[in-house]
Each structure stands twice: as structure tokens, then as C-alpha cells.
């Protein structure tokens, strides 16, 4: 049963402290996004990747926000330093299909709390 | 300002009542309008994709619509089963996608 899987589930931390949020894409899945969920935003894009390539991070704050994938099995988003205002569920997508990225896989989801 | 509005923000319906839940978008450059299904605790589950104005797609008790500015999402005959929440969303010219905030659907049996 092909799924895309996220750790960790549930995150909760202080402000000013590293946040990294791990995903594994389903296998041959060549294209990775990173969203975050709020109740008053929504969901949000924050980066998307092709063949590990950035392709867009223009949702991302720069300055606190990172995200990279260091193998195709494998992308991560890293929050330094993490402020009350990122508390949110961020979710990561893959897909295979470069003409129909709209086709996401969503994972579960990371639910973070910052005190 | 790009945005994609979905309306009502929730809908309670009886079972087998049929209703549609509305997506504008103003978005330049569309490349697609696409339907999700969310559950709660769960990440949102692909339904549909819509490319031009015109195109319909079907799954079950679910129909797809597209216009230049809207689309509908027709739910015939709903079962409690049916209740979550389902978000629209938009891919622009480019590789920007915008969610709307979605329609929490209840139906009571």
C-alpha cells in the first residue's frame, strides 16, 4: 500500500527551538510539496520540488523556513527559530506526473505546536 | 489579488438530499482546477481535475463542473459517508496552487 508517510505526527515545542519535519514520497514519485494548514489560511504551497529540484518556494518565509531533499526518498522542512505563529499542520504531497501535479498524494501530516 | 472563494463554508444535508457546493477563482492563467476531499486528522484525498470550461468528470455520487469562473461539485443522493470536508483548488500559470478554505459537509442519516 503505496503512502506517503510523515514524522513526526505531533510536534510540540518552544519558541526560538529548531523544527525539522521529515517526508518520504511514495516511490518513483518524482515531485514533492510542502504545505502548512492553518483554519484561517488554509493550505498554503510553501515549496515544491521536481527531481530534488526547488522549483518554487516563493510561500516560504526565507529567513526561518528551509527545505531541501537530500534523496528522493526523502525531503525535509526545517523551521530555525520557530515562532508561535508557525503553529499549524503541515502537510507533504507527491506526485508522478509532471503535466498532472495536481494529482497530489498527501500524507498524514505534521501536527506543530510552538509555545 | 489571485484567490479561489468556495461557498457555503458548511452545509448540513439530509441524507439523499442532492445539493452543489460553488468554487470561483480569479486567478489569471489557469491550468487546472482541482477537487479534494479532507477527513478529519487526514491530508486531503485527490477527487478530481478540471483543465477547461465545459469539462464535467464523474466519480460515484460526485459530479465535477468548470466554468471560466466557477466550478460546482454536484453531490447526488449524499450518504452520511459522504461528510467531510472538500477544498477546490487552482493551479496558475506557472507553479503556484491556491486552496480555497473549503465546505464542511455533514450529512445526517
Known amino acids: 500500500d503505496a503512502r506517503v508517510t510523515q514524522t513526526p505526527r505531533h510536534k510540540v515545542t518552544e519558541m526560538g527551538q529548531e523544527v525539522t519535519m521529515r517526508c518520504q514520497p511514495i516511490?518513483?514519485?518524482?515531485?514533492v510539496f510542502w504545505y502548512r494548514q492553518t483554519m484561517m489560511q488554509g493550505l498554503e504551497l510553501l515549496a515544491y520540488?521536481?527531481?530534488?529540484?526547488?522549483?518554487?518556494d516563493s510561500g516560504m518565509p526565507k529567513d526561518r523556513f528551509s527545505a531541501e531533499m537530500p534523496d528522493a526518498t526523502l525531503a525535509t522542512l526545517k523551521i530555525q527559530p520557530s515562532e508561535p505563529r508557525d503553529s499549524a499542520v503541515y502537510f507533504c504531497?507527491?506526485?508522478?506526473?509532471?503535466?498532472?501535479?495536481?494529482?497530489?498524494?498527501f500524507g498524514p501530516g505534521t501536527r506543530l505546536t510552538v509555545l | 489579488e489571485d484567490q479561489v472563494t468556495q461557498s457555503p463554508e458548511a452545509l448540513r444535508l439530509q441524507e439523499g438530499e442532492s445539493s452543489s457546493l460553488n468554487c470561483s477563482y480569479t486567478?489569471?492563467?489557469?491550468?487546472?482546477l482541482f477537487w479534494y476531499r479532507q477527513d478529519p486528522g487526514k491530508g486531503p484525498e485527490f477527487l478530481f481535475t478540471?483543465?477547461?470550461a465545459g469539462e464535467e468528470k464523474e466519480k460515484e455520487r460526485l459530479k465535477a463542473t468548470l466554468t471560466k469562473k466557477e466550478s460546482f461539485l454536484h453531490i447526488t443522493a449524499p450518504k452520511p459517508e459522504d461528510s467531510a470536508t472538500y477544498l477546490c483548488a487552482v493551479r496558475q500559470t506557472g507553479n503556484q496552487f491556491y486552496f480555497g478554505t473549503g465546505t464542511s459537509l455533514t450529512v445526517i442519516p
Open positions: 486567478v489569471s492563467g489557469l491550468r487546472g
Open positions: 478540471l483543465y477547461s
Open positions: 520540488f521536481r527531481n530534488r529540484a526547488p522549483l518554487d
Open positions: 504531497a507527491s506526485g508522478s506526473n509532471p503535466d498532472r501535479d495536481n494529482e497530489q498524494f
Open positions: 516511490l518513483g514519485h518524482n515531485t
